[in-house]
């Protein structure tokens, strides 16, 4: 039997794409990922379908299993000959009990290694900023738990030696909840009243905040803010070291629905502009066994392959591929495209869309099709098992129709539990699909009072109307590109926060 391994893999603070590559690499050949709260729910996409996923998140005063329990899940995997990543939010040795982790691991004689990630004790602050350390003003920091099981008050017994120190910067974990007390005790150990304090809330907690003040009033300022937060005391907390790039969506939250397809394109694009994003629904696309009958498609007569999303084209094409067929067989069909990201999805298969509307509608690309092919030609949707049947119906009257669904969505549990600490938050609701929008209600019943939704296109927009009663954007243009004007134009007239 293979021998078990386990890595303890930090995965950083933010988005996905602040794990290192190494954590990622390793996530993409576990057999098993253990993971916990604060983890971005677009990381474990990363991992093997056929890999075993099992939660064990540990927030303060929430805890899904016991320490001891952790440990035990982690050896008795890696005994079963299993590689096991262990994915635990910021750093696993900063306040995360990766050390326990792995000393447990080792005594057990379980191969095993940390791999580091960022911790929020200097990202958290670099996201509001805050340099920890800066030349002149902070020579050092200090990173202490404000959550300590063996005083009377919570906080460390050498607080009051930290507080007298003249330079430096002194970063708190775990401290919100203690704020008061902390800065009570800070002030009585003689740490000036004017020290400049910040409390932070960033990455993927559900409530981002950043609040700045002096040690005096810092926790009359904060009392708003909510778990998890970072506590920053030093010169340095008054500082502001953020982008000088104009952006325009800073203070704005959107939550995105759909498959990766979109919110792979979305995510950037808005946090390039200022936006913090979350996945609110993660749409997965699981496979149906197509029985396509190839011999006729290949037969070498006039055939359109009509494609409405690029999902379509890649298990379309991965199909032809697992059957063996050459793709020269497919000479005399012609290909119809529903708009430019399903084109390019075929034109990165070295095949250019003979038919691609300039809107990006399913009724567009029936009159496109009407208007363009003969009567009679043998028509092949390959799509969704959701998608609309109006399509079918409307090239029904003019050609032989044949409706193959490749594919279905389901909405992926864990990353709707995960959306629910963030939706309240939620400025704006995205929502890339028709399906996209039932499996939404599906998970949350509801849109928060405070987020406004917005739709690609008129089919969405019609799908929502039937679950939404209020007011709600529509995309001018049937795209990604098309959704983030929304935004932007929305964002403009409402009055939310708007750049730096």
Not at 291 to 296: D, H, Q, R, T, V
Request: contains cysteine.
């Amino acid at each position: 039997m293979k021998r078990g391994r386990v890595y303890l893999v930090g995965a950083g603070c933010g988005g996905p794409d602040l794990i290192t590559v190494r954590g990622l690499g390793l996530l993409r050949s576990c057999d098993v990922v253990v993971y916990d709260d604060l983890i971005d729910p677009e990381l474990l996409e990363a991992v093997p379908a056929s890999a075993e996923k099992i939660y064990m998140g540990k927030r303060l005063g929430a805890h899904s299993a016991s320490q001891a329990e952790i440990c035990a899940l982690l050896i008795a995997k890696a005994r079963e000959g299993k590689t096991v990543a262990r994915l635990k939010g910021g750093d696993p040795y900063v306040f995360g009990r990766g050390g326990e982790e792995l000393l447990a691991l080792r005594q057990a004689g379980v191969p095993c290694e940390e791999v580091p990630g960022i911790s929020s004790a200097i990202a958290i602050p670099a996201e509001a900023g805050i340099p920890v350390t800066y030349r002149q003003l902070s020579r050092g920091v200090h990173i202490v738990t404000a959550h300590t099981a063996d005083t009377t008050d919570g906080l460390p017994p050498d607080l009051d030696t930290l507080a007298r120190l003249k330079e430096g910067t002194l970063v708190f974990l775990m401290g919100l909840g203690r704020l008061p007390r902390l800065a009570e005790r800070l002030l009585a150990a003689g740490k000036p009243p004017d020290t400049p304090a910040a409390v932070v809330s960033g990455g993927n907690a559900p409530h981002l905040a950043a609040v700045r003040g002096t040690l005096a009033d810092i926790a009359e300022k904060a009392r708003a803010v909510q778990p998890p937060a970072v506590v920053v005391v030093g010169p340095t907390a008054a500082m502001e070291l953020t982008s000088s790039i104009a952006r325009p969506l800073a203070g704005v939250t959107v939550g995105l629905t759909g498959t990766a397809a979109v919110t792979d394109k979305l995510r950037p694009a808005l946090e390039a502009l200022g936006a913090g994003v979350f996945l609110a629904e993660r749409s997965r696309v699981e496979r149906l066994p197509v029985s396509m009958e190839l011999e006729a498609l290949c037969g070498g007569e006039p055939h359109w392959l009509v494609f409405t999303s690029a999902n379509g084209v890649r298990l379309f094409f991965d199909a032809l591929t697992e059957q063996g067929v050459d793709l020269r067989h497919l000479h005399a069909c012609r290909f119809a495209a529903i708009g430019a990201a399903t084109a390019g999805a075929l034109k990165a298969r070295g095949i250019l869309a003979d038919l691609c509307p300039k809107d990006f509608t399913t009724a567009a690309l029936a009159q496109a099709l009407l208007d363009t092919a003969p009567a009679g030609e043998p028509v092949w949707l390959l799509r969704s098992a959701h998608g609309s049947p109006a399509l079918a119906e409307a090239l029904a009257e003019k050609f032989t129709v044949r409706d193959v669904p490749l594919y279905r969505l389901a909405a992926d549990p864990w990353t709707a539990a995960q959306a629910e600490r963030r939706l309240a938050a939620a400025d704006y609701l995205v929502f890339s699909s028709a399906s996209g929008v039932e499996l939404y209600f599906a998970a949350h019943r509801e849109v928060p009072d405070r987020a406004v939704c917005v739709c690609i296109g008129a089919a969405t927009a019609a799908a929502l109307r039937r679950r939404y009663a209020k007011p709600f954007l529509t995309a001018a243009d049937t795209s990604t590109g098309g959704i983030v004007d929304a935004i932007l134009a929305h964002a403009g007239k409402s009055g939310k926060p708007q750049g730096v």
